[in-house]
């Protein structure tokens, strides 16, 4: 009686995202940093140095062309697309991994965020898949000011659901060390962030 596939139709097993994405010799795979789906920051806009994204599926019995691309939701275009081909599978083994690396990829607001990964053959989707992650500010409430400097956003430390008087009283930017007046005027608040 012949071997019957496991896996009659492919599917994705794992989506992963990471901080790196390692091959090591002996040929395991090895994810350092792998992020939650909620992320904090109290700088804006947010940039990675480098974001890594896994996606492991199982039953591919063919050669396909693939791609991930990264989504705020209510865009109307990528924040970044990389598209490929995978050319050979692996011998004896129902497992293919696509890695893909992004180096500098920056996201400007809080808010939620998708990274979508398809494979298709002649034009057709074998399979899709979607890793859904928030990024949010840790405070609702804390106030952030734009730096004069280098013009990022950035929480002060400075919580306060009222009004501020904050006249004389400056806020170092953690990115450049600038220092900036904290006046109620120029701070504000992420209000309604995802």
């Known amino acids: 009686m012949p071997e019957q596939n496991m896996f009659p139709a492919p599917f994705?097993?794992?989506f992963l995202m990471a901080e790196?994405?390692?091959n090591e010799q002996n040929g395991q795979v090895s994810l350092v940093g792998v992020f939650?789906?909620?992320l904090f920051s109290?700088?804006?806009?947010?940039r990675f140095a480098k974001l890594c994204y896994m996606v492991r599926m199982r039953g591919l019995t063919r050669k396909c062309a693939h791609g991930l691309s990264v989504w705020a939701l209510d865009a109307t275009s990528a924040l970044v697309t990389v598209d490929g081909t995978l050319d050979k599978l692996a011998e004896n083994t129902e497992v293919a991994v696509f890695n893909y690396t992004f180096f500098g990829l920056a996201?400007?607001?809080p808010g939620r965020y998708v990274a979508k990964f398809s494979a298709s053959d002649e034009g057709k989707t074998i399979v899709s898949a979607e890793y859904s992650f928030v990024l949010r500010v840790p405070n609702a409430d804390e106030l952030y000011i734009e730096c004069g400097n280098c013009h990022v956003k950035y929480g002060t430390g400075v919580v306060t659901k009222g009004s501020l008087d904050a006249k004389g009283c400056q806020s170092v930017c953690p990115q450049c060390k600038h220092s900036n007046p904290?006046?109620?005027r120029a701070a504000s608040?992420?209000?309604g962030s995802a």
């Open 182 to 184: 904290l006046e109620t």
């Open 36 to 38: 939650s789906d909620c």
């Open 189 to 191: 608040r992420f209000s």
């Open 12 to 14: 994705v097993e794992a």
């Open 20 to 22: 790196d994405i390692r």
């Open 42 to 46: 109290k700088l804006w806009p947010i």
């Open 107 to 109: 996201f400007e607001k």
